[in-house]
């Protein structure tokens, strides 16, 4: 034990003077893990592995991925912060950490990040059957004040951010609604379609199928300016339920990341994000590409963060 | 016609044709490794497909799925472990014939099974899946509850001896099952604040734990005072006519059920295996040779198993709706190439559809062919003196877990139930009840909680339900069913078996 921690010592002391170059180059001069706290050919780990291609072409080092799943995201997102803050070990913090938080999945908040860039958003739309009566958001809320408690929403899972938007409409909008959760989107998907549920909520990506068909109608989406991928769909805000948020993927290091390579990984990442070939794969999984950092990536989080608490209160009492 | 045609000159190309072979020989190595899932082999292979056209891709994935499911009867047969959770059915009579001496006879019937109910489900996926996925629509929660209620009145063919303890044992699955978050309130219960509980009692850890480990300590026990080989019976290996015309019945009953349940994406093809084996014990001439080593039972489940590939493909297709978690993994391997599954997906692309539906034909094909040529190698594992096997299969019991989701917290999960099922093998407690607990628990919780939201907002659809009500009432007939035919039938067998 003494000889190999002997050994470890030396060659720590030695290695600055064997490799000058490699210790003075610039960051990252070995490959960068990304965490994804999702499991292999999910949304999130094909954002991830659509990112590593542009990263290794910017950077000539590749990025691992690296899948923790489980427990929403607390698995992986718990795991990222058992990594030292190098830059090294990063991790694609999905906007439902907020969730995992506030309802104490676990015992951490943002603090424990340094947030270092957001790069893709998709929109929560709430999806009725084409043959439903109710045309829009209005609608729903009209009927929702004359019959509290009937309007059946499904949404992905308990403790998702879908479940919380689901929420947080009832919330802002002072309606009563039953929140069925499902085990998984496809689930919710399926049950609106047999009209099991009246509303289900889900990604663009999983109903513009169903959209082109006619079979299934968009009442509204909960981000705060229109997407550009589904421009004709009014957000909740366009009618008179204030809430917004987006279903964010962002880049986040354990706390306590060096300013310069904080720097530049932002700029690594600005670069990955407009490169054409994740463009590419990201228009065909219907995802947009969002990249926000700095103070426009802290106010995100931040608003998120506090919508959420507020919403958690409300479905724990 | 013209699709077809489009959809076969897709196919009909060697970069498609190689990647759909080398997608089924992955995936048999894959399935026969216990702890390695085609869901997951599936996932890492989906970045591999990004730069691929879209039908080599698929090809590829359909092969790993299609040889994933039947290469997990491998180990069930010869090792008593299931290599997928789809396959842990197949042990109940595989691993009997291996010890009897039969493991030639039981894998040449579990290959040629699974491409029977494979094609099957293929030729129902190309001709009827569009009235088909309907099916997908018409289950709703309250379906889904009285669907694992009946599944759940199976324990009593899955207990083998004393259908107290059998009950007993499927009472402790459902109890594992809810450590976790609540379905419904997501609160975490029975987690005692471990972030490795958070996410709930994984079904292929506690598979192999409780499947793998007890039989392998048992060995271990008895190590020093025997060393036993068992006859690989390499010259059963060709497929006989007899049992062929044995196990007739058995592959018409499988192969629909497995289809049929595919469709459903609340189920899984674990659980259609149940209800098939159930279903070709009491069709079968010869019910009390189940779980003794008759290849109808190897043949109700592998027939079925494969059989559910297909039907999950029907509402992937159809409606964009995976029907399992590989179809889900399969519907992303889609989206990369910009074809979204749904009711537009034929009209879009309809070439690329049709290929589809030739290439899950075609990876049967290869399926059958590849491991039927390459079986006699395997039984020779069956070969292997016990003192080399036990440790080796421990290795593999522990990496394969780990490697499932790279989490050493699944090893210790693996490890507890393996000692847990020791303890009650060695009070002879049945292990498959437990098993059928822990894959019905979840989705009888949550789909009883779910229907109850939705009956307080309209409480008269209840009555309205057929499937509901004739799932309840046919799970009530199979208690009844058990219960009289108890008295007459139990009382000379139990005699001799005691």
């Known amino acids: 034990m003494h000889a190999k921690r002997w050994i470890c010592t030396a060659v720590m002391a030695l290695l600055p003077l064997t490799l000058p170059a490699a210790a003075e180059a610039k960051f990252p001069n070995a490959p960068v893990t990304l965490i994804v706290p999702y499991s292999p050919g999910g949304s999130t780990d094909i954002i991830a592995r659509g990112l590593a291609e542009p990263f290794q072409k910017i950077t000539g080092q590749p990025l691992v991925i690296v899948n923790k799943s489980g427990g929403g995201s607390a698995v992986g997102l718990t795991e990222a912060l058992t990594y030292k803050p190098d830059g090294y070990t990063l991790v694609l913090v999905p906007s439902a950490f907020a969730v995992a938080s506030k309802l104490g999945m676990v015992k951490f908040d943002q603090t424990a990040f340094d947030h270092i860039a957001n790069i893709t958003s998709e929109p929560l739309c709430f999806v009725v059957k084409a043959s439903s009566p109710w045309k829009d958001m209005r609608d729903v809320v009209a009927f929702a004040k004359a019959n509290p408690g009937v309007v059946t929403i499904g949404v992905g899972g308990a403790g998702t951010l879908a479940h919380m938007t689901a929420l947080g409409i009832e919330k802002r909008g002072n309606i009563k609604m039953t929140v069925v959760p499902f085990g998984g989107n496809a689930l919710a998907k399926t049950a609106m379609l047999g009209g099991h549920v009246s509303i289900a909520s889900m990604h663009p990506s999983e109903f513009v199928s169903q959209m082109k068909a006619k079979q299934v109608r968009v009442l509204g989406a909960v981000t705060d300016t229109r997407s550009p991928d589904i421009p004709d769909v009014p957000t909740f805000k366009e009618q008179g339920i204030d809430f917004a948020w987006d279903d964010s993927r962002w880049i986040a290091a354990p706390k306590g990341l060096a300013a310069d390579v904080k720097a530049e990984l932002v700029a690594i990442f600005k670069k990955a994000a407009a490169a054409q070939s994740f463009k590419d794969h990201t228009d065909k999984m219907k995802i947009t590409i969002d990249f926000r950092s700095g103070a426009a990536l802290d106010k995100q989080i931040g608003v998120l963060f506090s919508e959420m608490a507020e919403i958690a209160k409300e479905a724990q009492k | ?498």
């Not at chain 2, 609540?182 to 409780?210: C, E, V």
Request: hydrophobic residues 50%; neutral net charge.
């Open chain 2, 1 to 498: 016609m013209e699709d077809w045609l489009a959809g076969l000159g897709l196919v009909m190309q060697f970069g498609v044709l190689a990647a759909i072979a080398a997608g089924v020989i992955l995936g048999t190595f894959i399935g026969a490794i216990p702890g390695l899932t085609a869901t997951m082999a599936i996932g890492l292979l989906i970045p591999f497909t990004f730069t691929m056209p879209p039908l080599m891709g698929m090809g590829l994935l359909l092969g790993v799925y299609v040889g994933g499911y039947s290469g997990g009867a491998f180990s069930s047969i010869l090792l008593g472990i299931p290599g997928t959770p789809s396959n842990f059915v197949t042990m109940f009579d595989g691993y009997p014939m291996t010890r009897k001496g039969e493991s030639g006879r039981a894998l040449t019937t579990a290959v040629f099974t699974s491409f029977v109910g494979g094609t099957v489900s293929a030729v129902i996926l190309a001709t009827v899946a569009p009235p088909l996925a309907r099916l997908a629509l018409e289950f709703g929660p309250s379906e889904y509850f009285a669907f694992s209620v009946l599944g759940l009145t199976l324990v009593a063919g899955a207990s083998g001896g004393s259908i107290a303890k059998g009950v007993w044992a499927a009472c402790l699955g459902i109890l594992i099952s809810c450590i976790g978050p609540d379905p419904i309130t997501s609160q975490p219960r029975y987690t005692f604040d471990s972030i490795a509980l958070l996410r709930g009692i994984p079904l292929m850890p506690a598979l192999i734990g409780l499947f793998a480990l007890p039989p392998l300590l048992q060995e271990a026990a008895r190590y020093c005072a025997e060393t036993q080989v068992f006859d690989a019976g390499i010259s059963r290996m060709l497929l006989r006519w007899a049992d062929i015309r044995r196990i007739g019945r058995t592959l018409v009953s499988s192969s629909l059920i497995g289809t049929l349940i595919g469709i459903l994406p609340g189920s899984g093809a674990a659980i259609a295996c149940f209800i098939s084996y159930d279903a070709a014990k009491a069709i079968s001439k010869t019910p009390e040779e189940f779980g003794t080593g008759c290849i109808e039972g190897v043949a109700a489940s592998e027939c079925c198993n494969n059989a559910t590939t297909g039907g999950a493909l029907v509402p992937m297709i159809v409606l964009g709706i995976p029907g399992d978690a590989v179809t889900a993994v399969l519907l992303g391997g889609l989206m990369i190439h910009g074809l979204i599954p749904g009711p537009m997906f034929v009209v879009d692309s309809p070439d690329v559809v049709y290929g589809i539906f030739i290439a899950f034909f075609i990876s049967n094909i290869i399926m059958f062919v590849f491991q039927m040529a390459t079986l006699k190698y395997y039984t020779k594992i069956s070969g292997i003196p016990t003192k080399y096997i036990v440790p080796l299969l421990l290795v593999f019991c522990c990496l394969g877990t780990y490697s499932l989701s790279t989490s050493l917290s699944d090893v210790w999960i693996m490890l507890i139930l393996g000692g847990v099922g020791y303890l009650l093998s060695r009070v002879s407690y049945p292990i498959a009840p437990i098993v059928l607990g822990l894959v019905l628990g979840p989705i009888l919780e949550s789909n009883l909680r779910m229907s109850v939201l939705l009956f307080h907002t309209a409480p008269a659809t209840l009555l309205t339900r057929p499937f509901t009500m004739g799932c309840l009432a046919l799970a009530a007939a199979s208690v009844l069913f058990f219960v009289r035919g108890k008295g007459s039938a139990r009382k000379p067998r139990h005699a001799s078996a005691g």
